[in-house]
């Protein structure tokens, strides 16, 4: 049974960081690239950042460029996400997912496995 659970959300004030974690059990991490997505309430689910199964290629969403670093440990099968500099407007509930293909890919549909989410609240 493949489970992806996400961790490492909360409550921070703008300026500040968080790190986000994934961690997969029942398939090999290895074998899918993975991305993180958020979603706020009424609002559809966005792409945030993808990493493809090697890690040697990311790609991110214009509003967090510069900002949010993705990167996974296949060895651990563990996805990650390091938000600096948190504005009032990326509190959202994150959501990691996990894409067979293997290559970087932004669209919802492409992913086979998604967690439950994590909340980040970021207070002005």
């Known amino acids: 049974q493949v489970q992806v659970v996400e961790s490492g959300g909360g409550l921070v004030q703008a300026g500040g960081s968080l790190r986000l974690s994934c961690a997969a059990s029942?398939?090999?991490?290895?074998?899918?690239?993975m991305g993180w997505f958020r979603q706020a309430p009424g609002k559809e689910r966005e792409f945030v950042a993808g990493?493809?199964?090697?890690?040697?290629?990311?790609y991110y969403a214009d509003p967090v460029k510069g900002r949010f670093t993705i990167s996974r440990d296949n060895a651990k099968n563990t996805l990650y996400l390091q938000m600096n500099s948190l504005e009032p407007e990326d509190a959202d509930v994150y959501y990691c997912?996990?894409?067979?293909?293997?290559?970087?890919?932004?669209?919802?549909?492409?992913?086979?496995?998604w967690g439950q989410g994590t909340q980040v609240t970021v207070s002005s």
């Open positions: 997912a996990g894409s067979a293909g293997g290559w970087v890919v932004i669209t919802i549909g492409e992913y086979d496995y």
């Open positions: 029942g398939l090999t991490l290895s074998r899918y690239a």
């Open positions: 990493i493809n199964c090697s890690g040697g290629s990311t």
